[in-house]
């Protein structure tokens, strides 16, 4: 089974991602079940606004969906800005957008029988919001989203210390992390024992 990580922070490589730290704990947790873990940062792409897979030339968008459709378990890695998911979250749903009229070639929806999660930190509230937004449009896609598919961290409301220099709230996160982990593989694990099948008449 694979899991692919894709990062949403608007900061380049090698610069260092507070989310992805959080990611990491779910990462390691998934690995520890045997599943193959991969990582994207999108700000390290040219991915171009649009809704459709491939905008041609220099669009390094399709290769990143290839890697979304060789992974059973997708999770999110998005910072909050402003109470919302970065811009980078954004843009990758967009592009996903057209995974709603691919299918496989029984016909069922290529984003079925899929499980994805996300993960948020921000040192100001809004992750529940972004979990909600995030989440549902991956099931609008046709992604399943198993209870407790996320974690998050944050410092509380307004200025404070990021996530990697304080230890504040980090066992919630740490723990939520790994049950989250726990749920995306028996759900997937399901799901790959009694797939969804085709739509009636697709």
């Not at 972004?130 to 998050?152: F, K, M, N, R």
């Not at 230890?167 to 969804?196: D, F, I, K, Q």
Request: hydrophobic share 40%.
């Amino acid at each position: 089974m694979k899991a692919l990580f894709v990062s949403c922070t608007l900061k380049r490589s090698p610069e260092r991602s507070n989310t992805e730290l959080l990611a990491q704990v779910v990462a390691e947790a998934l690995e520890t079940l045997g599943v193959t873990v991969g990582h994207v940062r999108l700000a390290d792409h040219d991915v171009p606004p649009g809704v459709v897979t491939d905008l041609g030339d220099g669009d390094e968008w399709p290769p990143i969906h290839a890697r979304l459709l060789d992974a059973e378990i997708l999770v999110v890695v998005t910072p909050t800005w402003l109470g919302r998911p970065s811009s980078f979250a954004q843009r990758m749903l967009e592009r996903m957008d057209a995974m709603l009229s691919e299918t496989t070639p029984e016909g069922t929806p290529v984003a079925y029988n899929r499980v994805a999660g996300v993960v948020v930190t921000g040192n100001e509230d809004g992750a529940h919001h972004v979990i909600s937004e995030v989440s549902g449009a991956l099931a609008d896609l046709g992604y399943t989203i198993p209870g407790q598919a996320w974690t998050y961290w944050n410092q509380g409301p307004g200025p404070g210390d990021e996530y990697p220099d304080t230890e504040h709230g980090h066992e919630w996160s740490h723990r939520t992390g790994r049950l989250m982990a726990h749920n995306l593989y028996a759900v997937a694990s399901a799901l790959a024992a009694r797939p969804v099948p085709p739509p009636p008449g697709g």
